[in-house]
């Protein structure tokens, strides 16, 4: 049997949704915040014009980056468990790529952050 980087993701996935209580689960995910307004556009109501543009697109890519934030940590704790199972079938490589790339992304998707916060300022 051979263990894929997406079976230990499914793996860690389902453990993690098994252990939350059920008033988290209850309360629903929502990308808008509360109120639905984003510096004085209010999405919600559709109340958005041009000069909003710069604000929502930064919005966008802190949704974005907290996504890849996530998905990084999933990934290098799915390239820590390759790592302790190569060690048993002498196969580390594997791993140690899996840990890199999640960390090399998490760094991309950092300056992508960081270029759209220097072109809206």
């Given at each position: 049997m051979?263990?894929?980087p997406i079976g230990i993701s499914a793996a860690l996935a389902a453990f993690v949704?098994?252990?939350?209580?059920?008033e988290v689960m209850a309360?629903?995910?929502?990308?808008?915040?509360?109120?639905?307004?984003?510096?004085g556009m209010n999405i919600a109501n559709g109340d958005v014009h041009m000069v909003h543009l710069p604000a929502l697109v930064l919005y966008w890519v802190q949704i974005?980056?907290?996504?890849?934030?996530?998905?990084?940590?999933?990934?290098?704790m799915v390239g820590g468990v390759q790592y302790m199972i190569g060690s048993v079938s002498n196969d580390k490589?594997?791993?140690?790529?899996?840990?890199?790339?999640?960390?090399?992304?998490?760094?991309l998707?950092?300056?992508?952050w960081w270029i759209v916060e220097l072109i809206q300022v």
């Open positions: 051979k263990i894929t949704v098994a252990i939350m209580p059920p309360q629903g995910i929502s990308i808008l915040p509360p109120d639905g307004t984003i510096e974005l980056l907290s996504i890849a934030g996530g998905l990084a940590v999933i990934m290098v490589e594997q791993g140690k790529k899996t840990i890199t790339y999640a960390i090399g992304g998490l760094v998707a950092f300056f992508a």
